[in-house]
């Protein structure tokens, strides 16, 4: 990391969360948020990259930061690794990462990318956490992006698609 922090045009910083993967997540998130806090945009994009390759047990309080960070690159990184917890994990860090994505994907200035990844994370995890359904219900309505807005109408149809036709959720989608 010292290597990334020194030198912003190394070639090898996007080799950093493959190698920290392997680490031992208790202890290297205080590591890692240590240089979130103080890093250059490229340091922080790195660490939040590192988080979506590790085995959390609660989520770092830094990718919340990153997620509204001023560098967009970091927010969209940070946006990604949510998206990547967020079909991935249970729990502790399930919960804290759902409501987290919710709130920070409707950053405009993220590219769509980023949209259809959280969208796609969204659908994995449907109607099992309480509040994706209507979350993504309201984006697909009232969002003023309209590329959120398409990725929302599309991950309600996958849902939809899995769902009995007279269930509860089938109501809330068809509405």
Known sequence: MDAVASDGKSRYWNRVPQILATWDAEKAVPWLEGYAAGGTPLVRRVVASTYATMRLNHLPQSLSKMATDPDMMVRSEAISTLAKLTSQAKGEVLQAAVPLLLKNIQDTTIHREYHWGACDALVEVGVSHPD???????????????????????????IGGDLRDDSEPSRQIAE
């Open 132 to 158: 994706v359904l209507p979350a993504m219900i309201n984006l697909a309505r009232k969002s003023m992006n309209a590329r959120l807005r398409e990725a929302m109408i599309e991950g309600l149809g996958e």
